[in-house]
């Protein structure tokens, strides 16, 4: 990867880390500790990154290939959290929905948007790719090399 991409990239993340953080604390996303997570990796995913730009080293990298993974990981959770949260709230508006129709109700559902989280997701994926052989990891060994 040229180091234009690279750079590219990380722009991509501070944007969203940006967007994503001002549109969670304006939409009050803390009212209890698993509406925190997001806060929290953005946060780490922003220390993460200051450390990169000032020194990129190996264990810096390491640190944010771990918060991207858990960035991707919180917004399965969190897709799945907002999913179940739609269904309780459609079976109380309608008990006797079930099967596809309660699915399509839940995943259609403005409040909380099922889909949001894949917004971690997506940024999560964005940075892990910033790091996909990283000068600062040192050369990369060849597959070939491991075949043999």
Same mark, same amino acid.
């Given at each position: 990867?040229?180091?234009?991409?690279?750079?590219?990239?990380?722009?991509?993340?501070?944007?969203?880390?940006?967007?994503? +953080?001002?549109?969670?604390?304006?939409?009050?996303?803390?009212?209890?500790?698993?509406?925190?997570?997001?806060?929290?990796?953005?946060?780490?995913?922003?220390?993460?990154?200051?450390?990169?730009?000032?020194?990129?080293?190996?264990?810096?990298?390491?640190?944010?290939?771990?918060?991207?993974?858990?960035?991707?990981?919180?917004?399965?959770?969190?897709?799945?959290?907002?999913?179940?949260?739609?269904?309780?709230?459609?079976?109380?508006?309608?008990?006797?929905?079930? +099967?596809?129709?309660?699915?399509?109700?839940?995943?259609?559902?403005?409040?909380?948007?099922?889909?949001?989280?894949?917004?971690?997701?997506?940024?999560?994926?964005?940075?892990?790719?910033?790091?996909?052989?990283?000068?600062?990891? +040192?050369?990369?060994?060849?597959?070939?090399?491991?075949?043999?």
């Amino acid at each position: 990867m040229t180091d234009t991409a690279r750079r590219f990239l990380f722009g991509i993340v501070v944007i969203g880390l940006a967007g994503l +953080g001002t549109e969670l604390l304006l939409l009050e996303h803390y009212e209890d500790v698993y509406q925190l997570i997001p806060l929290v990796l953005a946060g780490a995913a922003a220390v993460s990154l200051a450390g990169l730009v000032v020194a990129p080293g190996t264990s810096i990298i390491r640190l944010f290939r771990v918060v991207m993974t858990l960035f991707v990981l919180s917004g399965v959770a969190g897709a799945w959290l907002h999913f179940q949260a739609n269904m309780e709230f459609q079976l109380e508006m309608d008990a006797s929905l079930a +099967g596809m129709a309660l699915f399509q109700k839940a995943i259609r559902a403005k409040a909380p948007p099922a889909l949001a989280p894949g917004a971690m997701i997506q940024l999560g994926l964005i940075g892990l790719a910033c790091t996909y052989r990283h000068p600062a990891l +040192g050369p990369s060994v060849p597959t070939q090399k491991l075949m043999k």
